[in-house]
């Protein structure tokens, strides 16, 4: 009896609108449908950093916690270096600075594109692309015609900002000398690199009334937003 209902407990689970919603994703021809969808916005890849900018620059509780975020990471950066500065060589900082500062954060660039993508992935995106663009000082993911619908985009924007400073804020405190120094400065650099993903987020944030979906034409490089009327 038991069984029975756990099992019939399970099943109602399954049928809820809002796994139908995660299972049953839309395909970028649903959203042709002028009777559910509208397109509010286009944006080609060449215009990313505008778009960044502009967006960087919406007032919003959203952006207000991401600029006080790297606030409070600089801080811990300043406060780290003070307390090592009297025990270790001017070389030496040197050093470990430009590992912070330079050679941690090339080498986190494909670990955070790698979790920008493991989302997509776990929902069933296959056509999964990463790209750069130099001129701009970007990279990017991207699924190839995927409807992406607005939890997973917000899923797929901060995982790895949440994910890495984390990371980074424990081993700060617990690794020794003039790593503690590399790895403060790494983590507020990377907070910065996560400018364009909050950018992002705020398009989101400033239009939260309205439920988005988006997909991207990696071939034409450009980004579509549709909102479900």
Known sequence: ??????SGFAFSIFKSKFVKSVIMALEVEDLDNQDRFRQIMEISYHDLVQFIIDYLKKRSGLIIFYWSVCLVFLTIAVITIINISGYYTL??????????FIILPIISIPVHELLHLIPYFISGARKLRVGMDLKQWLFYVTAHRYVTPPVQFIAVAVIPFFMISLSLILLTFFLPGLWKWSLSVFLFVHATMCAG???LLNFYFVNREKKIYTWDDADKKMAYFYEEI
């Open 1 to 6: 009896m038991r069984k029975s209902n756990a």
């Open 197 to 199: 993903d909050f950018a």
């Open 91 to 100: 070389r030496k900082i040197i050093f470990h600075s430009a590992i912070g």
